[in-house]
């Protein structure tokens, strides 16, 4: 007993050393530190670093102390004993923004954000189980146009739609059909496919009015005209509607498992799907048995994220509250209780995240 106490003790210095590590990482990531350390490729002064970051030297120190410690940061000494300070080219690899869809530095920012957000309002929710409502995570959702920016860029239109139905959508993409990205927030996923497929129109679906206010403005400033956006429940679509068997395809990049009754909009979905149209469910690869998850590298951090942010945001108004970790097999379960009666299930290039569920009447 004495042993495991003593690893557990361990392992609780490594919890709080690298709870501290990704706090320190999120900031550096947000203040572009690895970015400009990662262009200059050399061992560098804490001046040269806050010079081209324009930022203080006080505070830069001792965020470098938190890398160095943490082995992100390489310290070394030239003959003048000055200390400069290195990031190694295979951690910019994966923490630069440069790094697109293997980008995980982006996610460094992801708890810290959420605890600033909901940590009081989750640790109510124990109390209560009431849900949280989408107002109280403002900058959350720009964290997370920029996390589907670092994911969709690289990926979405070269990658992920090539790969769908052996090609087939692509081709339809380029002739000119109508699609529908639903749960689409400021419209990054929704803008990429609107500027690389002209001849389509492109409706966005999401219940924020105030993202899609913002998806609007980028859309103006790209000058494109195949696309809108729309306010509605998607829950609501579930009934005959001006929009019933509009699409020919959708795309619903891990939003169901946010819905507050999921069930109902993927039936929403299935009626404004034409009858001979195709649905791209893009959601978590995961078990829907928590013990299934136990070996899952980023389990952890899943079902954190989801505690702070999914699972809450899917209780509100006596919400399902099915969390990120809702796993392949309920969703396999709801897709055929929605009507979907062809669904496939394959991993998606280059994300290590998610499973498409590829879905047909």
Not at 30 to 56: H, S, Y
Not at 266 to 295: P, V, Y
Request: proline fraction near 4%; glycine fraction near 10%.
């Amino acid at each position: 007993m004495q042993d495991d106490a003593r690893t557990f003790q361990d392992k609780m210095v490594d919890v709080l050393n690298y709870g501290s590590l990704n706090l320190a990482m999120g900031l550096g990531y947000r203040a572009g530190l690895f970015d400009i350390m990662d262009a200059k490729d050399r061992p560098c002064t804490v001046d040269e670093i806050c010079g081209a970051a324009g930022l203080n030297h006080r505070y830069v120190q001792e965020w470098l102390g938190v890398m160095v410690c943490g082995s992100i940061v390489e310290l070394v000494r030239d003959d003048d004993g000055q200390p400069r300070f290195l990031l190694p080219k295979a951690h910019g690899d994966v923490l630069a923004r440069r790094a697109g869809s293997g980008n995980l530095g982006v996610y460094t920012q992801e708890i810290p954000l959420l605890t600033a957000c909901a940590m009081e309002p989750v640790f109510h929710g124990f109390l209560t189980g009431a849900g949280i409502p989408y107002e109280q995570y403002p900058a959350f959702h720009d964290f997370m146009a920029q996390l589907g920016d670092a994911k969709h860029r690289q990926v979405l239109v070269d990658t992920f739609l090539p790969s769908v139905d052996e090609g087939r959508v692509v081709q339809a993409l380029h002739r000119g059909i109508q699609v529908c990205d639903l749960g689409c927030s400021q419209g990054v996923a929704t803008l990429l496919m609107a500027e690389a497929f002209p001849a389509s129109r492109f409706t966005g679906i999401d219940i924020s009015t105030e993202v899609l206010d913002a998806a609007r403005a980028d859309a103006c400033d790209k000058g494109l005209t195949n696309v809108c956006f729309e306010a509605r429940d998607a829950a609501e679509l579930r009934h005959p509607n001006n929009l019933s068997a509009n699409f020919d395809y959708i795309t619903a990049f891990d939003a169901i498992h946010d819905q507050t009754r999921p069930l109902d909009a993927l039936r929403g979905i299935r009626e404004i799907l034409k009858d001979d149209g195709a649905f791209s469910m893009i959601d978590i690869a995961a078990d829907s048995d928590m013990e299934g998850n136990r070996d899952h590298p980023m389990g952890a951090f899943l079902y954190a994220v989801s505690l702070m942010h999914c699972m809450p945001v899917g209780l509100m108004d006596g919400g399902a509250g099915l969390g990120m970790m809702w796993g392949r097999q309920l969703a396999e379960k709801m897709l055929a209780q929605a009507g979907f009666g062809r669904v496939s299930v394959t991993k998606i290039p280059n994300d290590p995240f998610n499973l498409h569920f590829f879905c047909r009447k």
